[in-house]
């Protein structure tokens, strides 16, 4: 009862913000993303009956307090799912920065829900697993799916869970990475969304938001799809800004890397645009033939880049291979 499982991090095109549901993790909205790759978690995970307590290791550390319980969160529905209450061991690892706006809880709990799942000796569809990965993080439902994909809300996982877009966007996007390391509260900025007065702002506009996103993904049209993602990191950062702890994530390299992309857009037509999550880090959107040109300016701002694709969904690794 062992399975080792790969996952690539999400960048929010239409983000989620707030929960309806802590325990669940049901968010209000509905969201979409594109994985990144090739920045990845790999999860190995082992059930055994002889095991007393469960262990989570990530990056070498084990896990104790909220994040255990976050994991808590997983493992206990798997095993419901299973039958079984055997303990369990895992260990994660990145191959990408942690806890700087990129992604790493999404890739996470959908490598630990690939690999739980697998372990157990459950037969499931990715869009089933994704209700399970979003028990420890809502974006992690769309990292089981993959490339461009799609959570819906709902109050049940029939309706709460993820779907791929089919999309021709897939194969020349290229997202330079802007790192600007800034430790994060994502969790608690989610607890206290609705408490902003912009929530009821951004509420009545997502779902025309998420129609057109749908809709510029089908036509392949770059431009919409990337402007839509720009202006949406806005309409977000207007509510975690807002609420009661005045979150602001952005720092001086932040807003240096949004006016090297827009000037680059304006003054020499190139198709880049940035987004930015509940973080500092920056991901600028272009494509294949503009990357170069991109990450130079990128770099410019006095920022470390790296240079990802889009990635597949969440992945069994045909070899187990332990790691530990």
């Given at each position: 009862?062992?399975?080792?499982?790969?996952?690539?991090?999400?960048?929010?095109?239409?983000?989620?913000?707030?929960?309806?549901?802590?325990?669940?993790?049901?968010?209000?909205?509905?969201?979409?993303?594109?994985?990144?790759?090739?920045?990845?978690?790999?999860?190995?995970?082992?059930?055994?009956?002889?095991?007393?307590?469960?262990?989570?290791?990530?990056?070498?550390?084990?896990?104790?307090?909220?994040?255990?319980?976050?994991?808590?969160?997983?493992v206990e529905h798997v095993r419901d799912l299973a039958g079984i209450d055997h303990g369990v061991r895992f260990e994660s690892a990145n191959n990408f920065p942690t806890n700087i706006g990129f992604g790493s809880s999404s890739s996470g709990f959908a490598a630990a829900a690939m690999a739980?799942?697998?372990?157990?000796?459950?037969?499931?569809?990715?869009?089933?697993?994704?209700?399970?990965?979003?028990?420890?993080?809502?974006?992690?439902?769309?990292?089981?799916?993959?490339?461009?994909?799609?959570?819906?809300?709902?109050?049940?996982?029939?309706?709460?869970?993820?779907?791929?877009?089919?999309?021709?966007?897939?194969?020349?996007?290229?997202?330079?990475?802007?790192?600007?390391?800034?430790?994060?509260?994502?969790?608690?900025?989610?607890?206290?969304?609705?408490?902003?007065?912009?929530?009821?702002?951004?509420?009545?506009?997502?779902?025309?938001?998420?129609?057109?996103?749908?809709?510029?993904?089908?036509?392949?049209?770059?431009?919409?799809?990337?402007?839509?993602?720009?202006?949406?990191?806005?309409?977000?950062?207007?509510?975690?800004?807002?609420?009661?702890?005045?979150?602001?994530?952005?720092?001086?390299?932040?807003?240096?890397?949004?006016?090297?992309?827009?000037?680059?857009?304006?003054?020499?037509?190139?198709?880049?645009?940035?987004?930015?999550?509940?973080?500092?880090?920056?991901?600028?959107?272009?494509?294949?033939?503009?990357?170069?040109?991109?990450?130079?300016?990128?770099?410019?701002?006095?920022?470390?880049?790296?240079?990802?694709?889009?990635g597949g969904p969440a992945q069994i690794l045909d070899e187990a291979k332990a790691l530990f």
């Amino acid at each position: 009862m062992k399975a080792t499982a790969k996952a690539h991090p999400i960048q929010g095109l239409v983000k989620y913000h707030g929960m309806r549901d802590e325990e669940l993790r049901l968010p209000y909205h509905d969201s979409i993303s594109v994985c990144t790759a090739p920045s990845h978690s790999k999860t190995t995970a082992a059930f055994d009956p002889d095991r007393e307590e469960d262990v989570y290791v990530i990056d070498g550390e084990e896990v104790t307090g909220r994040g255990a319980e976050r994991i808590d969160a997983v493992v206990e529905h798997v095993r419901d799912l299973a039958g079984i209450d055997h303990g369990v061991r895992f260990e994660s690892a990145n191959n990408f920065p942690t806890n700087i706006g990129f992604g790493s809880s999404s890739s996470g709990f959908a490598a630990a829900a690939m690999a739980l799942v697998e372990a157990a000796g459950l037969d499931m569809t990715r869009p089933e697993i994704s209700t399970v990965a979003r028990r420890g993080s809502s974006s992690a439902a769309r990292a089981v799916t993959g490339a461009f994909s799609h959570l819906r809300t709902g109050m049940n996982d029939k309706d709460c869970r993820s779907e791929r877009i089919e999309t021709d966007l897939e194969d020349d996007l290229r997202i330079v990475a802007g790192m600007v390391p800034s430790y994060k509260e994502t969790e608690e900025a989610h607890k206290e969304a609705a408490q902003s007065h912009m929530f009821e702002s951004r509420m009545a506009h997502i779902h025309g938001q998420i129609s057109d996103m749908r809709d510029a993904l089908y036509d392949g049209d770059f431009d919409a799809v990337f402007d839509l993602a720009e202006k949406d990191s806005l309409s977000l950062a207007a509510a975690t800004m807002t609420g009661p702890a005045g979150w602001v994530y952005w720092q001086p390299r932040t807003i240096e890397i949004f006016n090297a992309v827009r000037e680059l857009r304006n003054a020499e037509d190139v198709p880049v645009y940035f987004s930015v999550d509940t973080g500092a880090s920056v991901y600028i959107n272009t494509t294949a033939q503009y990357v170069d040109r991109v990450e130079e300016t990128v770099a410019e701002c006095g920022v470390d880049t790296r240079v990802w694709d889009v990635g597949g969904p969440a992945q069994i690794l045909d070899e187990a291979k332990a790691l530990f």
